[in-house]
């Protein structure tokens, strides 16, 4: 009885340990992270779950669990690059949003008829044919696509013109594009302030980001402290309401890193 008992504690212990490893390992490294909405495609999808890299710029403030770390405060491993897809929390509700990084402190961005300009310069645009999915809700929260070719219904097609847009560091990626004089489609000049960033989202006419004011609910400009990681890399993907249905799994975005 007395060895059946030693072996029940040791288990125990076992498990005791991993969830301690487990839990350090993701609040000082990676963080899963599900993507709810589209506003990064076609580069994120709904139902996308990818791994955040939080070593990416470094830690961000913690208390060590246990007090079993050795490091706490933010020690920075690198400056966030333009083009990073980036997890954050919102400035203001505090939630976590999905963007690609696109300001740096200082600079000055602009949209004019759906272009951005960086500094003055145009981040220039080549037509990369269409972005095609069928219409439908999407993921858990049952949302429908916003379409190109107007309202279609269930089961048609919904469709969006794509473009590979290259940024002044040369990063190359897709965008999606509705309209071209929708609101955030022609704005003022943003100056970044110093400690601060600005985010876009892929899917340019369905995307709160940094063209918003916090004030109507946008992200506005996120402080350097709000950046939680990278998203580096796509680890499963399920077009379903349920990860559980796996005849809704998208075998092909596995492991699939994201640019």
């Known amino acids: 009885m007395a060895k059946n008992d030693g072996g029940f504690v040791e288990t125990v212990k076992t498990v005791v340990y991993a969830l301690l490893i487990a839990g350090v390992f993701r609040t000082l490294f990676f963080q899963p992270f599900w993507i709810p909405s589209e506003s990064m495609k076609d580069t994120l999808l709904v139902g996308d779950f990818v791994f955040v890299n939080k070593m990416a710029y470094g830690y961000s403030k913690f208390s060590c669990p246990f007090a079993i770390c050795p490091i706490s405060g933010r ?38 008829k759906g272009i951005l300009f960086i500094n ?23 949302n429908r696509p916003r379409c190109e070719n107007g309202s279609v219904g269930d089961g ?39 400690g601060n960033y600005f985010f876009m989202g892929d899917n340019r006419d369905n995307s709160q980001d940094s063209r918003f004011s916090q004030a109507v609910g946008g992200v506005g400009f996120v402080p350097a402290e ?34």
């Not at 990063?171 to 943003?190: P, R, S």
């Open 226 to 259: 709000n950046l939680i990681g990278r998203a580096d890399r796509i680890i499963f993907s399920s077009a379903g309401k349920s990860m559980l249905y796996f005849w809704t799994w998208r075998a092909d975005r596995f492991f699939k890193a994201v640019d």
């Open 120 to 142: 003055g310069a145009e981040a220039p645009q080549v037509p990369d044919g269409q972005f095609e999915e069928v219409m439908g809700p999407q993921g858990p929260m049952g």
């Open 75 to 112: 020690i920075l491993a690198s400056e966030p690059q333009r083009g990073d897809v980036v997890v954050f929390r919102h400035p203001v509700n505090g939630s976590d949003f999905v963007k690609r990084l696109i300001g740096l402190p200082g600079d000055k961005i602009q949209v004019k």
């Open 156 to 194: 048609a097609i919904c469709t969006r013109s794509r473009y590979k847009e290259t940024l002044p560091n040369g990063v190359v990626h897709d965008v999606l594009n509705i309209e071209n004089d929708g609101y955030a489609d022609n704005t003022d000049v943003f100056v970044v302030p110093e």
